[in-house]
Nanobody
Framework: QVQLVESGGGLVQAGGSLRLSCAGS????????LGWFRQAPGKEREFVAA???????DYADSVKGRFTMSRDNSKNTVYLQMNSLKPEDTAVYYC????????????????WGQGTQVTVSS
């Protein structure tokens, strides 16, 4: 099994930056696809970014060019660097893990963290 814990959320002004971390445990962590998702008040959970064990990445159009996802398998950690933040980025951000890319992409990961709040003020 994999356990995931997000951190790094907080309050930031528009145009600022934050880096989220997702620390995982599990012997097979490096073979999992990892994803970042977010859910804003009154909205459905939204795909943000995903990364494979080979570090290939995929991003939602809304964050492409502003967010960068990476992973450090030696530390069992995945990151989301968020730059040029906008008020519409405000949400609870979750990380997820799954052996299947399609399950990650469709927000059906087998393992989920507890979420971390990101608030962007204007």
């Amino acid at each position: 099994q994999v356990q995931l814990v997000e951190s790094g959320g907080g309050l930031v002004q528009a145009g600022g930056s934050l880096r989220l971390s997702c620390a995982g445990s599990g012997r097979t962590f490096s073979s999992y696809f990892l994803g970042w998702f977010r859910q804003a008040p009154g909205k459905e959970r939204e795909f943000v970014a995903a990364i494979s064990w080979r570090a290939s990445t995929d991003y939602a159009d809304s964050v492409k060019g502003r967010f960068t996802m990476s992973r450090d398998n030696s530390k069992n950690t995945v990151y989301l660097q968020m730059n040029s933040l906008k008020p519409e980025d405000t949400a609870v951000y979750y990380c997820a893990a799954d052996r299947s890319y399609s399950d990650i992409r469709s927000s059906k990961g087998d393992y989920w963290g507890q979420g971390t709040q990101v608030t962007v003020s204007s």
